[in-house]
């Protein structure tokens, strides 16, 4: 398949086969191909078909006309649209081959998710649940087991223990997705709220210092003055 991908893609005949993969590349040799062959098809690719429009020798006005009164130089400019049509079924390989570029681009997504620490589970969910529903719509999709376990995975290291609960508590086999996201979400709470008492007793402590220091330096002022007045 691919020796065969690769004769049509440098053939004459044919266009450079689109590659999904590399893109610009792809764009690029399209595009030189399409204009080495007629600059009219180019101009067709990008901005639409030639209208059957000619110039109406009564009126002097461009009007739409039918088929049997256009003439041999509109007929063939409009043929060109076809050609610019056949030139890009050309290029775009078969359906089922477009479908397994989709599942296998996705399944790469599926496979390198991954949530940053910062990144909260309202956030990251979303785009997790886009890519398993994309895979569903053609076809091919992952075990509700499977997709719990990749999600637990991909979570960063700070919510270690929390997996680890999970993992001892609840049969993976029997636990949705949905539950495994609300049971997250309580836990994130918890963790938050956790995170502003710790950072509110620290403030606290802090300004406790602060204020005694300031206590100990004003004693320690008043005692060097009594000092100085004997």
């Known amino acids: 398949m691919k020796s065969e991908k690769y004769l049509e893609g440098q053939s004459m005949q044919r ?12 764009k690029n040799r399209f595009e030189t191909y399409v204009k080495s062959k007629d600059l009219d098809l180019w101009n067709i690719t990008t901005d639409g078909d030639f209208p059957p429009i000619q110039n109406n020798h009564e009126t002097k006005k461009d009007e739409i006309v039918a088929f049997h009164k256009q003439n041999d130089d509109l ?3 409009l043929a060109k649209n076809n050609e610019a049509k056949m030139v890009i079924y050309n290029a775009l390989p078969r359906n089922n081959q477009v479908k397994a570029n989709k599942i296998d681009l996705l399944v790469q997504q599926y496979e390198q998710f991954m949530i940053p620490e910062e990144k909260s589970i309202d956030n990251a ?7 398993i529903t994309s895979l569903k719509t053609l076809d091919e999709s ?39 996201i609300g049971n997250l979400k309580v836990y ?5 709220k956790d995170s502003e008492t710790v950072k509110s007793k620290k403030e606290q402590s802090r300004s406790i210092a602060l204020k005694a220091r300031k206590e100990f330096s004003d004693d320690d002022s008043s005692t060097s003055d009594s000092e100085d007045e004997e």
């Open 15 to 26: 266009p450079p086969l689109f590659e999904s993969d590399g893109f610009i590349y792809w």
């Open 188 to 192: 994130e709470e918890v963790i938050k």
């Open 142 to 180: 992952f075990s509700s087991k499977n997709c719990v376990r990749k999600f637990l995975r991909a979570l960063h290291p700070k919510w270690r223990a929390k997996v680890t609960a999970i993992e001892e508590s609840n049969n993976l086999t029997t636990l949705s997705l949905d539950e495994l």
């Open 125 to 131: 969910f979303p785009k997790f649940n886009t890519i």
């Open 75 to 77: 007929k063939k400019k």
